[in-house]
């Protein structure tokens, strides 16, 4: 729970503290009246935390109940027009490149499934030049989706989701194939984001991204692969799908590195050290 008392009225984005990943990771919402009423969202996770001045912090977490089911089914393939707009993407270059070097990333290689567009528009109507990764099958290689990241010469661009993949496409199975498969032999290093993957990427590689906790957990054991290294987010639920994949890996005969940093991730470290 947050410390309402040191809030003034108004309206303020904060770290949630749920599925916060550092000061800089503001996803969450909060509202406070003149009366000191407030409530906190996080758009990430959903968490939900209201105050009454009078009764202290109520914390719960927000459920949505459709009024009726969805028939829309998702896509289990990327479609014709991912695909097509996946060919106008350009390689890393111009503000792709000030991004990841702002991030300390290593720039990964050309034939890699990381490259840049100039004009995306944004779910908000925001329109503008977005990092466009291309999600695969990590077994098949079989194209799902697409995940954009709205950036700046030296940040994510000032949205309340500056990620998102494709709407009404599956990631289910998926990743980001940040090295392509030719360059995958003996080891591979993954991660949840792109900016940490591309930060483990200084001490090892090639390294994939995952997306997210919930994809990292059931990375499978792939064949011809003797050693993987997880880049661990600390966090509660990157702490426990490192767990989750390095117990699998493990279990088939396989060597396991887990990262382990006083940060949230790798990049977070960088990102401190250069400050």
């Given at each position: 729970m947050i410390a309402w008392n040191d809030y003034q009225a108004g309206e303020h984005r904060i770290e949630c503290p749920s599925c916060g990943r550092g000061g800089r990771d503001k996803t969450a919402g909060l509202t406070i009246e003149p009366d000191g009423k407030g409530v906190l969202h996080c758009f990430r996770c959903a968490y939900v935390e209201s105050h009454q001045?009078?009764?202290?912090?109520v914390r719960r977490l927000a459920t949505i109940k459709p009024t009726q089911k969805s028939h829309t089914q998702k896509l289990d393939s990327l479609c014709e027009w991912g695909r097509a707009f996946w060919r106008s993407c350009h390689p890393l270059?111009?503000?792709?490149?000030?991004y990841l070097r702002a991030r300390h990333c290593v720039i990964p290689p050309a034939d890699g499934h990381l490259r840049w567009h100039p004009s995306v528009?944004?779910?908000?109507?925001y329109v503008g030049p977005?990092?466009?990764?291309?999600?695969?099958?990590?077994?098949?290689?079989?194209?799902?989706?697409?995940h954009r990241t709205w950036i700046t010469p030296t940040g994510k661009a000032d949205l309340d989701t500056p990620r998102l993949p494709l709407w009404n496409h599956t990631t289910k199975g998926g990743c980001i194939r940040l090295w392509p498969?030719?360059?995958?032999?003996?080891?591979?290093?993954?991660?949840?984001g792109i900016e940490t993957a591309l930060s483990l990427a200084w001490a090892y590689a090639p390294v994939?991204?995952?997306?997210?906790?919930g994809h990292l957990s059931q990375v499978p054991v792939l064949p011809g692969i003797e050693t993987l290294v997880i880049a661990q987010d600390q966090d509660p639920a990157g702490m426990s799908a490192a767990s989750i994949?390095?117990?699998r890996w493990a279990e088939a005969d396989k060597e396991v590195l887990v990262t382990r940093q006083a940060a949230n991730d790798l990049n977070d470290v960088l990102m401190e050290v250069a400050a």
């Open positions: 001045p009078e009764r202290g912090a270059s111009g503000v792709a490149l000030h528009k944004h779910r908000s109507g977005a990092l466009v990764a291309l999600i695969t099958d990590v077994l098949t290689g079989e194209p799902l989706s697409l498969d030719e360059a995958v032999t003996y080891g591979l290093g993954i991660a949840e994939w991204a995952t997306i997210d906790a994949c390095a117990r």
